[in-house]
């Protein structure tokens, strides 16, 4: 259940940062508002709260998160932007989860 509740807390995480950064995008790239670095702001925001609710040390949870990130920008990729992820998409994004699940639940020595 532990795994279960930092992985989708990680999740959160993820998304979190990654609309606050697309948001900013859809306006430098895409001519959107200008209003949109309001959300972005408070999401990025959230997103530097979420990271300081993993309970292991900062520079695992920055380790692992990445994996998740990958993850969730590859998911991201597909639902939001409408572009399908190619087998390598999968493959890399698998990986970078398992990278993910060594780092914060492997053992620990004291």
């Not at 979190?16 to 430098?28: D, N, S, T």
């Not at 993993?54 to 990958?70: F, I, K, M, Q, S």
């Amino acid at each position: 259940m532990f795994e279960l509740k930092i992985f989708f807390l990680f999740l959160a995480t993820a998304i979190a940062e990654i609309v606050g950064c697309y948001l900013p995008y859809l306006w430098l790239k895409q001519g959107q508002s200008v209003w949109l670095l309001m959300p972005a702001a408070a999401s990025l925001a959230l997103f530097a709260w979420l990271l300081t609710l993993h309970p292991t040390a900062a520079g695992r949870t920055y380790a692992a998160y990445g994996g998740v990130y990958v993850f969730v920008a590859v998911l991201w990729l597909w639902a939001v932007e409408g572009i399908r992820p190619t087998a390598w998409d999968v493959a890399g994004s698998l990986v970078a989860l398992a990278g993910m699940a060594i780092i914060m639940f492997g053992p620990r020595h004291a």
